[in-house]
């Protein structure tokens, strides 16, 4: 199993990314995919997630900003981040699970004010 995230990098206060995350080896459409992220010095926190019915889940910090995604036929989970905040600055991760939890890598955000 692999996920391979990308799409992070450096951005201003108020501006905006898209992180993609493709998923191999797994059912795709059974699965739940979402997204976390690790702040320096905090611990992994729920960033959004997706139901494989498309029912999404977010974090009050991020909801009315971000916007979870998947494309089934492509076994990719996408996270559209708008009017980000420097408290937005963290790695982001993808996550995969049903029945065992598989996670990406990580990709850096990093948010100047």
């Known amino acids: 199993v692999q996920l391979q995230a990308s799409g992070g990098g450096l951005v201003q206060a108020g501006g905006f990314l898209r992180l993609s995350c493709v998923v191999s080896?797994?059912?795709?459409?059974?699965?739940?995919v979402g997204w976390y992220r690790q702040a320096p010095g905090k611990q992994r926190e729920l960033v959004a997630s997706?139901?494989?019915?498309?029912?999404?889940t977010y974090a009050d910090s991020v909801q009315g900003r971000f916007t979870i995604s998947r494309d089934n036929a492509a076994n990719s989970v996408y996270l559209q981040m708008n009017s980000l905040k420097p408290e937005d600055t963290a790695v982001y991760y993808c996550?995969?699970?049903?029945?065992?939890?598989?996670w990406g890598q990580g990709t850096l955000v990093t948010v100047s004010s």
């Open positions: 997706m139901s494989p019915s498309g029912s999404p």
């Open positions: 996550k995969s699970s049903r029945f065992r939890v598989y």
């Open positions: 080896g797994v059912i795709f459409n059974m699965n739940t």
